[in-house]
């Protein structure tokens, strides 16, 4: 098929056409095989389709919806999928060399034996027409891979900062020299991966008998179990702080504290000063929080879900695919009258699940809402 001009928005009757063509190849019925290279496909709506084999090499697929597409042995190489949604997509033994990821959705995606290792594109220059080939490095920075399968993927060097992994399948994946800073890798198989020369900084880990043995020499991880202990020994004495109404313990205050990862589900924790906190990864569903103070915090991945958040402060916080399912944001009433109220001014929400949370009549008026839900 004819190649669009480069950066030319493909107008929709054009792709619907090559697609429903590409669909009888796919089956083997005729139809011709979609090839696109540098199209502005940004935006684009397309849930459910088949573009197995599809070639759509350096395409800008920003923003677009595609959840539950497949792409099984697709050329995807070198194209942005930057913000995109990937839920369910099946991209088995697709090449995504060079191709970039960041912040998209792909939750329980399938990734098994994709190659996401460095990409080139070959750029005619000047007069002459030197040609010269520029490198991409592939980036899943920020990604949610929740549940997503990866299993024998080539992830070798690719830059995946901030990504959640969390439960994510990474059976006998090469993550070999792979930038993982801050990354979840909560609940991560890893049996048979490879992290030689991964950068882990910061990452937030399951501690058990896996982990220890795939981990045991990395400072990251040792640092991440340290972190761990200590966080729980603080947590107890704020219960008993609370408990004894002050008489014995102390209250906690983890305040510009890194608590990634951390596992707090169902704890007491009201009144906590988690101001400047990163709280990425961390689990804090069904746990008591009223009154706790989030000012500036981190809330990446975080789950709140269920949380009794009264009378808390978000005040320019920060949420990436946080979940605050049936969670309480009402106002606390206050013991000697009056309330306090949930407080959200300058906080910023993207791709967060309010889904059943309670809130009182003002909502969440003052704060920045993206893409939730």
């Not at 979609?34 to 684009?44: I, V």
């Not at 990504?163 to 990474?170: E, I």
């Not at 198989?189 to 008998?209: C, P, Q, R, S, W």
């Not at 993207?350 to 704060?367: C, P, R």
Request: a negative charge; glycine letters at 8%; one cysteine or more.
């Amino acid at each position: 098929m004819t190649t669009p001009a480069q950066n030319a928005a493909v107008p929709a009757s054009e792709y619907t056409q090559h697609i429903a063509r590409h669909a009888m190849f796919v089956r083997g019925k005729g139809g011709e095989r979609l090839e696109l290279r540098l199209a502005n496909l940004s935006g684009l709506r397309l849930k459910s389709f088949d573009l197995s084999q599809a070639v759509l090499f350096a395409c800008n697929l920003s923003n677009a919806d595609l959840e539950n597409c497949a792409f099984r042995e697709a050329d995807l190489s070198n194209s942005l999928f930057i913000s995109a949604n990937l839920r369910n997509c099946d991209l088995t033994r697709a090449k995504l060399r060079g191709a970039r990821f960041y912040k998209s959705d792909l939750q329980d995606a399938m990734l098994d034996d994709t190659d996401l290792r460095v990409g080139a594109v070959a750029i005619k220059k000047g007069e002459a027409g030197e040609v010269i080939t520029r490198e991409y490095l592939s980036d899943m920075s920020f990604c949610n891979l929740e549940e997503a399968s990866l299993e024998g993927a080539l992830l070798k060097g690719v830059k995946m900062v901030g990504a959640n992994l969390r439960n994510a399948d990474l059976s006998n994946a090469d993550l070999s020299g792979a930038t993982l800073q801050g990354a979840v890798l909560l609940g991560a198989t890893l049996i048979g991966v490879k992290v030689e020369g991964t950068d882990l900084t910061g990452a937030a880990f399951t501690i058990n008998d896996q982990t220890r043995a795939i981990f045991q020499d990395h400072p990251a991880f040792q640092e991440h179990m340290k972190n761990q202990a200590e966080v729980e020994k603080i947590a107890m004495s704020h219960e008993d702080w609370v408990a004894s109404r002050g008489q014995s313990g102390t209250r906690a205050d983890f305040t510009g504290r890194s608590l990634k990862g951390i596992d707090l589900r169902g704890r007491e924790l009201s009144a906590v000063s988690f101001k400047k906190a990163d709280l990425t990864g961390a689990k804090l569903s069904h746990a008591k929080l009223a009154a706790a103070d989030f000012t500036g915090a981190k809330l990446h991945y975080t789950d709140l879900a269920g949380a009794d958040l009264r009378g808390a402060n978000f005040t320019d916080a920060e949420a990436l695919h946080a979940t605050l399912e049936a969670a309480d944001l009402t106002s606390l009433k206050l013991a000697h009258g009056g309330k306090l109220p949930v407080r959200v001014q300058g906080a910023v929400f993207e791709l967060t699940n309010f889904g059943s949370a309670t809130l009182d009549d003002q909502g969440l008026v003052g704060a920045t809402l993206k893409k939730c839900t």
